[in-house]
């Protein structure tokens, strides 16, 4: 980050400042703080990283597995001693408590482990006995250069899942964070720096829709990995595969838990609780519906709606704090418009986390969890997926 708080790009082992003309903010959703600036970068610096990570191919495609698995050791263990540091930036920019943070940064870790098991696990397979006469071999080779374009809501592990396989596979990489979280990213690959890796291998290109478009378009980049909404990741899996692209998206959903009658009362609360509140709902796997059977919907109704009340809501990084705020004013207004919907098609607000405020409670973008009873199974709020902490 230079000293004006823009943040720059990594470009072929370099550090690169963007030209781009067009910057945005990078807030703090608990206070609203500003800790830096992203830049949107235009469509020749992602040419830039792609002929940089084509270049780096040719010669990391051939470094044997067991030599390329070596970065992704010290990068393992650059990430463990820096996991505390890393954690308060996730919890900064994107909201979430500090034991979510953690939380998410051990995932990413377990996923750069399994990584390096790739000499094993890719090695080459002998079919014998197909027919008589005839063997049949099976080759695994690495695309070229892969790039992922990621989400907010959690910038540190979601490039987890697809890098390190990418890398240990003989792939060069480009990750593009959402612009609404890119501080996490920008110090990982400052750690991804020191663990070595040969310049244009790893890529960091930040920016918001111009600069997917650019990747989605640059005809070197031969893979997209994608985890978003899901009106995005049709748009992405329809336009990079029309540029000849292996795609996989990953979108939203609605998630229904059913709660039967004889159902562990204690864990039933604390586990769906923990589901439909925790990282203020702001995750594909939340659960947002509760079907309740027979003579639960008595006692989860009221377990669900006490718990939901009186979860202490704050500041991630106050250890204390159960939930953190959602991650734009935006996202407030339409979690708030959608409890509304739902009041308007005839459910009970029964815990209602509108107008989220109080103290240390202010700057931020805090709505608390919500419980809407009798939700319609026609009706919007039925189908939508919310992305903040609300349960029907």
Not at 11 to 23: C, F, H, K, L, M
Not at 315 to 334: D, K, Y
Request: charged share 20%; hydrophobic share 40%.
């Amino acid at each position: 980050m230079t000293q004006s708080g823009l943040l720059k790009n990594y470009i072929n082992g370099e550090w690169v400042a963007s030209d781009a003309g067009n910057q945005m903010p990078v807030d703090n959703p608990a206070t609203g703080e500003v800790l830096g600036h992203v830049p949107v970068s235009p469509k020749d610096e992602v040419d830039q990283a792609a002929q940089a990570a084509a270049k780096a191919f040719e010669d990391w495609r051939r470094v044997p597995p067991p030599q390329r698995v070596q970065y992704l050791f010290k990068l393992k263990a650059l990430l463990e001693t820096h996991l505390e540091e890393l954690a308060q930036i996730i919890t900064q920019e994107c909201g979430k408590t500090l034991a979510e943070s953690k939380g998410e940064l051990r995932r990413a870790i377990e996923n750069v482990e399994v990584a390096c098991g790739i000499p094993m696990m890719m090695q080459g397979t002998v079919l014998e006995d197909i027919a008589r006469g005839i063997d049949e071999f099976m080759i695994r080779q690495p695309l070229g250069v892969a790039a992922a374009i990621a989400p907010f809501n959690f910038p540190a592990m979601i490039p987890f899942w697809f890098m390190p396989y990418a890398l240990a596979c003989g792939n060069t990489y480009i990750v593009k964070p959402s612009e609404k979280v890119p501080l996490t990213m920008q110090r990982i690959f400052e750690l991804l720096d020191q663990a070595g890796f040969p310049p244009g291998v790893v890529n960091l290109v930040n920016g918001a829709k111009e600069t997917v478009d650019a990747i989605l378009e640059h005809p070197t980049i031969r893979a997209i990995s994608f985890v978003g909404s899901s009106p995005v990741a049709k748009y992405i899996y329809a336009r990079a595969p029309a540029h000849g692209k292996r795609v996989q998206c990953q979108g939203g959903a609605k998630n229904p838990v059913i709660v039967l009658p004889d159902a562990d009362r204690e864990m039933t609360t604390r586990i769906v609780a923990d589901s439909a509140f925790g990282c203020a709902g702001q995750r594909c796997l939340a659960a947002s519906l509760a079907v309740t059977v027979g003579a639960a919907g008595d006692w989860f109704t009221d377990a669900i709606s006490d718990t939901a009340a009186t979860r202490k809501v704050g500041n991630g990084l106050n250890p204390e704090v159960q939930m953190g705020p959602v991650i734009t004013p935006q996202s407030q207004q339409r979690i708030e418009g959608l409890i509304q919907t739902g009041a308007d098609e005839g459910a009970t607000v029964l815990v209602d986390g509108r107008n989220g405020k109080g103290a240390d409670l202010e700057s931020g973008n805090f709505v608390k969890p919500t419980v809407l009873k009798n939700v319609p199974p026609t009706g919007e709020i039925a189908h939508t997926e919310i992305f903040g902490p609300v349960l029907g």
